[in-house]
């Protein structure tokens, strides 16, 4: 299968932490893309790779792995991380999927 | 700082071609993967297909017969042509660079541009 599966929707307490997991069969094989997105805006990638973040990406966003399940982990969550998360990877059949977006919120 | 501009019609009607353009700026335009992906009014993300500098081609099964990505190395900019539009394919479409090993990972992004298909 290429979909990946995203909970729709995910809730914070300000300063706690958080997992937003993205599951699929291809997670078992490809590493996971993070990408937050606020309204209006293009997506940033925030978590790429094993546990890598871009530049200017704070460390409180760190990323893992296991089985057919990536997750983003935001430790200590912020205002500001209110937004939607899509995870993305490739298929057996090297085509691009993408989750279908994690909207969290920041209580 | 690599920055990719987008432009291109933003109202099509139905079976008229979306065409769109991406510019390529502060950074190399060979060694990686140049992407189109699209997001309709408050969903996910879809990915629509790839090119790199040397013109190599992926495209997403599912608008494969209706998408054409192109490659002009000498102003560092790819297009995107797709035929046929329905009111589905109303989206924001952006533009975004691929990883050279990891295709899927987009760091940058163009702004978007929104497309609207309405008679």
């Known amino acids: 299968s290429s979909e990946l599966t995203q909970d729709p929707a995910v809730s914070v307490a300000l300063g706690q932490t958080v997992r937003i997991t993205c599951q699929g069969d291809s997670l078992r094989t490809y590493f996971g893309s993070w990408y937050q997105q606020k309204p209006g805006q293009a997506p940033v990638l925030v978590i790429y790779?094993?546990?890598n973040r871009p530049s200017g990406i704070p460390d409180r966003f760190s990323g893992s792995s296991s089985g057919n399940t990536a997750s983003l982990t935001i430790t200590g969550a912020q205002a500001e991380d209110e937004a939607d998360y899509f995870c993305?990877?490739?298929?057996?059949?090297?085509?691009?999927?993408f989750g279908g977006g994690t909207k969290l919120t920041v209580l | 700082q690599v920055q990719l501009q987008q432009w291109g019609a933003g109202l099509l009607k139905p079976a008229e071609t979306l065409s769109l353009t991406c510019a390529v700026s502060?950074?190399?335009?060979?060694?990686?993967?140049w992407s189109w992906i699209r997001q309709p009014p408050g969903k996910g993300l879809e990915w629509i297909g790839e090119i790199n500098h040397s013109g190599s081609t992926n495209y997403n099964p599912s608008l494969k017969s209706r998408v054409t990505i192109s490659v002009d190395t000498s102003n560092n900019q790819f297009s995107l042509r797709l035929s046929s539009v329905t009111a589905a394919d109303t989206a924001v479409y952006y533009c975004?660079?691929?990883?050279?090993?990891?295709?899927?990972?987009?760091?940058?992004w163009g702004q978007g541009t929104l497309v609207t298909v309405s008679s």
């Open positions: 502060g950074g190399s335009f060979s060694g990686y993967y």
């Open positions: 993305n990877s490739r298929d057996s059949s090297d085509n691009r999927v």
């Open positions: 790779g094993k546990n």
């Open positions: 975004a660079r691929g990883a050279a090993r990891y295709k899927w990972n987009y760091g940058n």
